[in-house]
């Protein structure tokens, strides 16, 4: 009996009328990120493991989907090691590459590889599938699209303020209410500098990403795992995880503990607050959250995190500043800033809010019913002209019985099905049937056409 097939945990089939609402969202943000004079580039599925690992910290290293060396990939371990069962040894000896887990590193690889053939500051844009080994879930997945847009080789706080333009611009030609929260590694690292552990910072932001999947006691409890003083965890408790913090409150104690890197995480939000009074948003709102930390560690600067208005799903786009990532392949003094489109949780949630265009569901135009070789032979001309008027169109492939071929109209929610007999053939026009109102016209292809346009 053969098996019956399945697919891998954690990915998905697509079915034409999801890859029609798909590639709207597709289309309507690329549309935007071509609009803020954005220019695209693509980067291989595979990376080494060299340019993956040690960017997105221990938790990220784990999710990353690693290849086999092709042949006899074990031939080079020695026995004594195998022996030893230890995997993480065992598979840095027998996989050098790996499927991509975000689109940011890959794109710093690209800036280094490609620095002389590239104008800065580079604004580029980017969509395509990425790969974490997680545990599925609703809303979580181990293959996904991010729409990545970002602009690197420039300090400028005005890219920060595009980056939450076009965000809105999004949302508001998706019509989806969001917030915008936003925050700053710097306050986060001012923190931990006023309570002596600066070191910690990795560990704090780690676990403090993890505050809405978690919970506030489990998150202490992390922090407390890690090292974390209990004065720390304390001010965490009562002033970050409820918000009660305002700007003024963190530049008294970072004046007071004299951390010039959180006075310069405050500036940097002040300068975003002004500036965001002189430009005019949609549909997002804008929350300064201090509680919010970006899990990966290539962020030092102003971070972003979009969540729905209507729908509880988690975050829908993310991203922020990072300085240093470059760095790491060579390239020094080059910061960049990016925010990315979760595509599927985007997905979901306008799925939930029944906000697709009824007309993404049509593909198809009109439909030429086939009734024998005589009227296909003629046909075929009239369909080369209405698809020269970038119409869409078909034919029925065979003379099959007219309610099968009207059935398949139906089915594919064709609008417009022309039927082509001896009669329209001796007097040179075509009956025209509209399917949603049964009604039936006498037209030429000049009128067919200005209907189907229309």
Known sequence: MAQKPTIPKGTRDFSPLVMNRRNYIFNTIEKVFKLYGFLQIETPAIENLSVLMG???????????KILNSGDFLSKVDDKLLSKKNSTEITNKISEKGLRYDLTVPFARYVVQHQNEITFPFKRYQIQPVWRADRPQKGRYREFYQCDVDIIGSNSLLNEIEIIKITDKIFSLLDLNITIKINNRKILQGIAESFNQPDKIINIAVAIDKLDKIGINKVANELKQNNINDDLIKFFKNSIANNNLSLENLKKLFSDKKSEIGLKGINELNFIKEYLSYIKLKKAKIEFDFSLARGLNYYTGAIFEVKSNDIEIGSITG????????????????????????????????EKLNKFPKNIETTTKILFVNFGETEEKYCLKLIDQIRDNNINAELYPSAAKLKKQISYANNKNIPYVALIGENEIAQNTITLKNMKSGEQLKVDINKLINICKS
């Not at 960017?55 to 989907?65: A, I, N, R, V």
């Not at 910061?335 to 979901?348: L, M, T």
Request: proline fraction near 0%; glycine fraction near 18%; hydrophobic fraction near 35%.
């Open 319 to 350: 991203g922020g500043r990072y300085d240093n990532l470059s760095e790491v392949f060579g390239l020094k003094n080059v910061s960049g800033v990016g925010i990315s489109f979760g595509a599927d949780r985007i997905y979901d949630v306008m």
């Open 55 to 65: 960017k997105y910290g221990d938790e990220g290293d784990k999710l990353l989907f």
